[in-house]
T-cell receptor, first 113, second 113 residues
Framework: GQQVMQIPQYQHVQEGEDFTTYCNSS?????IQWYKQRPGGHPVFLIQ?????EVKKQKRLTFQFGEAKKNSSLHITATQTTDVGTYFC?????????????FGRGTSLIVHP | DSGVTQTPKHLITATGQRVTLRCSPR?????VYWYQQSLDQGLQFLIQ???????AKGNILERFSAQQFPDLHSELNLSSLELGDSALYFC????????????FGSGTQLSVL
């Protein structure tokens, strides 16, 4: 079945440094979603990418969807302590007529002040 | 606050027991999803319901079952519990049930002793 791999598993950065997490799928994805989970919290939707080669920005966050729709990345510029959390990508997988988000293992971002 | 309500927040039980987790979706959402989050497996999709009907099934064990009621709330039943079932169980909801962003509840932390 479809697997969504995410690297790195953990990333320590100094506040102000940039951060990138990568997501790769073994099969072509219809869409990809990104979520953020703060420590002790629940996943919160950030964005959905649909088109091949799509790039979307949210303030300091830049999301990309690969040309082949098999990979995606999230880049955070000039990290802040409020960026701490685990970032998940979720590839949408067809199942029983629905497209269900299949989550990667996530990248935990630790920001040192 | 996502608008998705899960109860209870914490559950401690013994091996072999049966528990029921409850979820109320956001007002207007017809679809409910159940995910299991553990340290070694990440966020695993269990099952999805749409307007009372099962729509998609993931890695749900035969000891687990779920249903969605006419008022759209959902229950996840876990029976013959094992130590390995200890995890955080999330419910999420969406409007139509395919290819949309998910709104997650705060989860039920299950500890099987």
């Amino acid at each position: 079945g479809q697997q969504v791999m995410q690297i790195p598993q953990y990333q320590h950065v100094q506040e102000g440094e940039d951060f990138t997490t990568y997501c790769n799928s073994s099969t072509t994805l219809s869409n990809i979603q990104w979520y953020k989970q703060r420590p002790g919290g629940h996943p919160v939707f950030l964005i959905q990418l649909v088109k091949s080669g799509e790039v979307k920005k949210q303030k300091r966050l830049t999301f990309q969807f690969g040309e082949a729709k098999k990979n995606s990345s999230l880049h955070i510029t000039a990290t802040q302590t409020t960026d701490v959390g685990t970032y998940f990508c979720a590839g949408l997988r067809a199942s029983g007529g629905s497209y269900i988000p299949t989550f990667g293992r996530g990248t935990s971002l630790i920001v040192h002040p | 606050d996502s608008g998705v309500t899960q109860t209870p927040k914490h559950l401690i039980t013994a091996t072999g027991q049966r528990v029921t987790l409850r979820c109320s979706p956001r007002s207007g959402d017809l679809s409910v999803y159940w995910y299991q989050q553990s340290l070694d497996q990440g966020l695993q999709f269990l099952i999805q319901y749409y307007n009372g009907e099962e729509r998609a099934k993931g890695n749900i064990l035969e000891r687990f079952s779920a249903q969605q009621f006419p008022d759209l709330h959902s229950e996840l039943n876990l029976s013959s519990l094992e130590l390995g079932d200890s995890a955080l169980y999330f419910c999420a909801s969406s409007v139509r049930g395919s290819g949309e962003k998910l709104f997650f509840g705060s989860g039920t932390q299950l500890s099987v002793l």
